[in-house]
């Protein structure tokens, strides 16, 4: 772990505090960094949390799974996720996998209602290469000299790929320092997007002084920005 290692390499995620929690009723996207707690509203709820059903969906094409049915939650339904009092979807320490389409819908004596409300729920996730765990040993020395690559990418359902949301959205992935500056200007790191700009990585060889060195990835809307 971390905490383990010669050099403590954090890759620490943090999101324009514009995006952050977004679920009003006009912008049903919620962005969120892995391991962190989210609230998605069901802006339909009637009086009684009772009527309230939350669907998940993965991807376009993969199953629709009841998380909560009509109040209840279903007993495969994982401890992390629960129905909050305003009949809010509760989700602990969220991972990548817990991005997609989130569905909130009514029944009442046991009809469905027409107003189906969604939330697309996209999950920044960082990931470090050499990792600092391996199978073979306790731990991998992550030690000066040697390169290290940090991985950031962006899961979305993917009716809004990245690159949709980075063209009609103005998204846009970025690594940054402790002062938040750009570090693409920075001949140190090597820095690539995928094709789909979902996915930032950055390379660079370890020095001595990066030792408690934090570089952050950063999600941030241009048109937001702008306001
Ligand atoms: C959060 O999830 C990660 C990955 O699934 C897990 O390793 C970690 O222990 C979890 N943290 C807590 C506080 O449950
Ligand atoms: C992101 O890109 C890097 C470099 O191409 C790759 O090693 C890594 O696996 C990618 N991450 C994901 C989650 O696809």
């Known amino acids: 772990m ?33 391991g962190e707690n989210v609230r998605l509203s069901c802006n339909n709820a009637l009086s009684d949390c009772k009527s309230t059903t939350w669907i998940y969906k993965r991807y376009r094409y993969s199953a629709a799974v009841e ?22 979807l509760n989700i602990k320490n969220v991972t990548e996998e817990d991005s997609g389409l989130y569905t909130c819908r009514q029944f009442v004596n046991g009809e469905k209602q027409e107003t189906d409300t969604y939330v697309f729920l996209h999950v920044l996730h960082v990931s470090v290469s050499p990792s600092s765990s391996s199978s ?26 990245c690159d949709h ?12 320092n402790q002062a938040g500056v750009d570090l ?10 995928s094709s789909d700009h979902c996915n930032i990585t950055l390379t660079t060889t370890l020095l001595n ?12 809307s241009c048109l937001l920005l702008l306001l």
């Open 209 to 220: 002084e990066d030792d408690n060195r934090e570089w952050r990835c950063q999600l941030m």
């Open 136 to 161: 073979s040993s306790s731990q991998t020395e992550i030690s000066p000299g040697r390169s290290v690559t940090l991985s950031c990418q962006l899961y979305s359902y993917n009716r809004f790929p």
């Open 184 to 193: 693409t200007i920075d001949s140190r790191y090597q820095i690539l997007f």
């Open 67 to 88: 998380l909560i049915d009509q109040g209840i939650k279903k007993k495969d339904t994982e401890r992390r996720k629960s129905l909050g009092s305003d009949c809010s």
């Open 165 to 176: 949301l980075v063209h009609s959205e103005g998204l846009q992935l970025l690594w940054v």
């Open 2 to 34: 971390a905490d383990q290692c010669d050099l403590c390499l954090l890759g620490l995620i943090i999101l324009s505090s514009l995006l952050t929690g977004t679920s009003g009723v006009d912008d049903p996207h919620v962005f969120i960094s892995s």
